[in-house]
């Protein structure tokens, strides 16, 4: 395993590997704290992602973790007699975060061994892709303290819909890994042993194809999300106009017209 620029020393709470070529790994690395999304590991991802943003080099990123968790979502031991001003500051990098996430020109899978729970959940709906292990389960418990998974439901709503996240978001219970695949939480579920295998091997076919197009394709997905049918089409009939114009849509029409593999420019 060939360690990028910039390496995390062991101690540090998220890692940065290059995996194989193109392919990042970004590891939340605090099992003992269950990898709970501090301020400081919030902070670290998104510098961390926002390197690999300008790497072009990158062309898809794996989010893992150690140990038992993925993630219990934000550290209450940071939550506790704040001032408002406070928890703005821990919510807004959370915003930030989240929409980071999307809005690289990368791919970003979620590799899910373990539980995910309040922001840690939001970040697995948050990720364009994501496969778990049959022995992950998922929550949105804020309810059960008092502090309403308001953030997470951003994420969780748009991925899952509004009655099955209303569901989580007001009971607090577990759904285990076949019903978050069910629901459209994650994409596929593995057995354990299979897991980050079925990862690479999510991630190599994304980086079989253009990165050009693979990042112009995610800006698009996410720009017409939210709008309405005229003006999806209107904005998505623009883009694959000029998209058509790229050299690497003109390569991969020609290789396929003509019966070979493309050789992508980018």
């Not at 020109?105 to 990720?127: D, K, N, Y």
């Not at 076919?205 to 996410?222: D, E, P, R």
């Not at 106009?241 to 050789?263: C, I, K, T, W």
């Amino acid at each position: 395993m060939e360690t990028v620029q910039d390496p995390a020393p062991p101690s540090a709470p998220v890692a940065r590997e290059r995996l194989e070529e193109g392919i990042e790994v970004v590891t939340l690395a605090r099992p003992e704290r269950r990898n709970a999304l501090s301020l400081g590991v919030m902070r670290e991802l998104i510098d961390i992602l926002g390197r690999i943003a300008a790497d072009p080099t990158a062309r898809v990123v794996v989010v893992r973790a150690l140990g038992p968790a993925f993630s219990a979502g934000h550290d209450l031991r940071e939550m506790l007699q704040r001032d408002v001003a406070e928890y703005r500051e821990t919510f807004d990098a959370c915003t930030q975060l989240m929409t980071l996430v999307q809005s690289i020109p990368q791919p970003v899978i979620a590799e899910v061994a373990g539980v995910a729970t309040a922001a840690g959940c939001q970040l697995v709906a948050t990720c364009d892709l994501a496969i778990a292990s049959s022995e992950a389960r998922f929550a949105t418990p804020g309810v059960k303290i008092g502090l309403f998974c308001t953030t997470p439901m951003v994420a969780l709503t748009r991925a899952i819909g509004r009655k099955r996240a209303m569901e989580m978001l007001l009971t607090g219970e577990f759904i285990d890994a076949a019903t978050a695949a069910d629901w459209g939480l994650v994409n596929a579920v593995v057995p354990p042993e299979r897991l980050h295998d079925a990862v690479l091997e999510l991630a190599r076919k994304v980086c079989s194809a253009s990165a050009f197009v693979i990042g112009l394709g995610k800006a698009a997905f996410y720009a017409q999300i939210d709008l309405d049918q005229p003006k999806a089409y209107a904005y998505a009939k623009e883009v694959m106009s000029m998209n058509a114009l790229a050299g690497d849509a003109q390569e991969g029409m020609s290789a396929f017209v003509e019966r070979r593999a493309p050789v992508w420019k980018q």
